[in-house]
């Protein structure tokens, strides 16, 4: 069964930097990856999907990078703001089935 | 872009009421998904849909049916609401490859 794995679970940074957030996976027969935000009570927001013949996929500040042979993406966050602040989950869809596979999330905290 | 609606933010229900949660997508997608959302869990799968009227169950089916009369609306009901129901309810829908959720109805039964 697929496992997905997020670190660190919180981080706290100052305003304006680079930040690397991590996700790992145990199957790598995997159909695609997704990376989403979430606020806090809010529903989940899908920032940047990667497909599994894809090495990555940018949007604005936000660079995703997959490497399905070893079971990893990151998603890079460049010159971070206070408006960055959420929980950022990663969704694996496998080969076979129609579900996704959830992390659990890394919460962000940017300070001004 | 593909909107998601879940029609309550907030609902307080008693301990064995029988509770709908409804989501409706407006672009046609044939998959639609419930999920819950506690701390220190995550999300788990409920139940999805893949066609009017199929349903398959997720990770965590019990206690919970559903129902897709329409392509555009899968309902989630709890039978006989129980406090360990109370939660974050999350419905997706999913059109190609991307994913897209609603913003969520969080549930407290008392």
């Known amino acids: 069964k697929q496992e997905v794995t997020q670190i660190p679970a919180a981080l706290s940074v100052p305003e304006g930097e680079n930040l690397v957030l991590n996700c790992s996976f145990t199957d790598s027969a995997i159909y695609n990856l997704q990376w989403f935000r979430q606020d806090p009570g809010k529903g989940l927001t899908s920032l940047l999907l990667?497909?599994?013949?894809?090495r990555e996929q940018t949007s604005g500040r936000l660079n995703a990078s997959l490497d399905k042979s070893s079971g990893r993406s990151t998603l890079y966050i460049a010159a971070s703001q206070p408006g960055d602040s959420a929980t950022y989950l990663c969704a694996v869809k496998d080969n076979a089935g129609n579900m996704l596979t959830f992390g659990g999330g890394t919460r962000l905290m940017v300070k001004p | 872009d593909v909107k998601v609606t879940q029609s309550s933010r907030y609902l307080v229900k008693r301990t064995g009421e029988k509770v709908f949660l409804e989501c409706v997508q407006d672009?046609?997608?044939?998959?639609m998904f419930w999920y819950r959302q506690d701390p220190g869990l995550g999300l788990r799968l409920i139940y999805f849909s893949y066609d009017v009227k199929m349903k398959e169950k997720g990770d965590i089916p019990e206690g919970y049916s559903v129902s897709r009369e329409k392509k555009e609306r899968f309902s989630l009901i709890l039978e006989s609401a129980s406090t360990n129901q109370t939660s974050m309810y999350l419905c997706?829908?999913?059109?190609?490859?991307?994913?897209?959720f609603g913003s969520g109805t969080r549930l407290t039964v008392v």
């Open positions: 672009m046609d997608h044939e998959n």
């Open positions: 990667i497909q599994s013949s894809q």
């Open positions: 997706a829908s999913r059109g190609g490859a991307r994913y897209t």
